[in-house]
């Protein structure tokens, strides 16, 4: 392919955009005359391609001529796409996609150590960590883990440390963490304590000492119902979106994970292994 085409398409796409050969030029740190010169023929240097394509909003593959589109809106792309897919598939290519992207947010610490593509999709554990957020993802045989936060703030995690503290103490109590399971993995619905006492094969009266304490940290919601011998307490599962990557996470880092581990620690100082 003669590389004149090259100075065809910035021309093409420079006048498209409005731009003057001195404003491109500035907008990517030269001359007008150099800008001149690969639209009269020349070629530009290949470490100048992708912030020209970022100016002129091409891909780097359109100023070959190999495409002549603009550069896609990622988020509609995803939405598009996702939308697209019966809803069964719709969580398996969320979680590829987090995957990726906790794979491409370590990659320029780890290209030297690993091949990529040989990892993308086998099991191991990723993480990525930067001073505004942090992605975890474990690829496991069997139950996997995906994990995204923004906002870099570490310290805004002791601020709830009475209630974390609270939380974690009640779920060590004999017999509650089975209690959550169990709540978790019934359809939701209102069940007496008696009901749940005999799904979590414990006695009545701890069953309800349990659900109180449920109820009072949020993990449960109780309903007062009136029947022909009286009021009862009928508890369901306060859906929290928390809480199921909670148990998850806590599942897994009490494990040994398989494959490749990725860790990209970019505050700062940046570390990368395997």
Known sequence: MSYSIVGEQILKYRKEKGLTQRELGEAIGVSSSAVSQWESGGTPDISLLPALSDVLGVTVDALFGRCDTRREDIEE???STIASLPEEKRLELIVSLLRKTALYGCLDKVAGLVDFHSVQDSAGETVCIAEDGFITAILSGGQSFLSAAWGGDFAGLLSAGREAAGLFGL?????ALTMLIRLYGEAPRHRTAGVLAKLAGIERGEAEEILRQFTEHKLA????LET???DT???AVNINGAVIPLLAA??????ETEGVRLIADKRGRAKGGK
């Open 221 to 224: 919601e109780e309903l007062t």
């Open 250 to 255: 806590a599942r897994l880092a009490a494990m």
């Open 171 to 175: 779920l060590s109590s004999p017999n």
């Open 77 to 79: 792309t995803v939405r």
């Open 233 to 235: 307490a009928a508890y």
């Open 228 to 230: 022909e011998e009286g």
